[in-house]
């Protein structure tokens, strides 16, 4: 068993893009397996966060707190620098309101799943960037209908509803969260490290059922879609250098300096994919704008391995393991 886990660790990155064209199969092989798919989503998407959660420790969480510097590079890369550059680039978004929606959703959203797993590859903290991810996904909840708001106007109250977003955060976020401190307060140690090891086969089970659910919607709008890849590609690029213009900012070492990099360029699209999906009809195509956000970043991420620790203000080319998580 073991040697299966070492396995899983060491070709993860190969196994979620297996995922993804095993989910890009699926959904072209039987589209109509896709709204059933779509229920599978949030529970696999729950299971994945909580073991996620249970590899942060309450007291981790409290002393992450007075992780100032870092703290503060984490909320300035992912609230201040990401909105401006999607700022910058909305002028230039199709006028479509069902992409810019999606595209909204899912740039405006830190990640805080993989991001740790890419983060330690590329020799960052991914254990500062683990303890912060609860505040994280709280900043992001607060903040992401505000955001909307500014970006499309008065009208989106008549668009969206506030209960999917309400429904996510309870789901999400305080439900996982809260089991993960329980279980941590109940079972023994060995549980939590037991479970870690199901981290990578929940992370490769909840890509291939968002893919495979999200393929078949693409029929007849893969022009639609397409139109926000270079958007996606230009934001990879971009939030390369504005995060690490943070971490350079806030004088952080090259361990937190390449973990805040990976936090403001990876994104939240598997947990704003429920809300998503909760859009009116009208707005159907924004999943599968979100979704392709993903497809780009995957890729990205195996980039952003190489070329981040060669950034050489992070400090040197040295490579963590995950061994780190």
């Not at 993860?12 to 229920?39: F, R």
């Not at 479970?195 to 890509?207: H, N, Q, R």
Request: overall charge neutral.
């Amino acid at each position: 068993m073991e040697g299966v886990v070492e396995f899983m660790e060491r070709h993860q990155v190969a196994l979620y893009l297996l995922a993804i064209a095993a989910g890009a199969a699926v959904g072209l092989a039987a589209p109509g397996a896709g709204p059933g798919l779509e229920h599978v989503i949030n529970p696999v998407l729950g299971l994945l966060l909580y073991v996620t959660f249970l590899q942060v420790p309450a007291r981790d969480l409290l002393r992450s707190l007075r992780d100032g510097r870092f703290l503060a590079a984490a909320l300035v890369v992912n609230f201040v620098v990401v909105p401006l550059v999607v700022a910058a680039m909305f002028a230039f978004l199709p006028a479509d309101r069902a992409v810019r929606m999606g595209v909204l959703l899912v740039l405006l959203t830190p990640c805080v799943d993989y991001v740790i797993v890419f983060s330690g590859l590329a020799g960052g903290s991914s254990r500062r960037l683990l303890a912060a991810t609860p505040l994280l996904l709280i900043a992001q909840m607060l903040l992401l209908p505000l955001y909307l708001l500014l970006f499309l106007g008065a009208d989106l109250a008549e668009t969206v509803e506030a209960g999917p977003f309400l429904e996510a955060f309870l789901v999400l976020i305080v439900i996982p969260l809260a089991l993960a401190w329980a279980t941590q307060a109940w079972a023994r140690p060995s549980f939590g490290r037991a479970m870690s090891t199901t981290m990578v086969p929940l992370m490769v089970a909840t890509l291939l059922v968002v893919v495979a659910s999200q393929v078949p919607k693409l029929t007849g709008d893969v022009g639609r879609v397409a139109g926000v890849v270079p958007f996606y590609a230009l934001f990879l690029i971009v939030m390369a250098l504005g995060g690490a213009g943070v971490a350079r900012l806030f004088r952080l070492d090259a361990p937190a300096g390449r973990a805040i990099v990976f936090t403001g360029a990876t994104r939240n699209s598997l947990v704003v994919l429920p809300l998503a999906l909760a859009l009116p009809d009208h707005l159907g195509i924004t999943a599968a704008v979100v979704v392709t956000q993903t497809l780009v970043e995957v890729i990205g991420m195996v980039i952003y391995v190489r070329l981040v620790p060669r950034l050489g203000f992070l400090g040197g080319t040295g490579v963590a393991t995950t061994k780190e998580l």
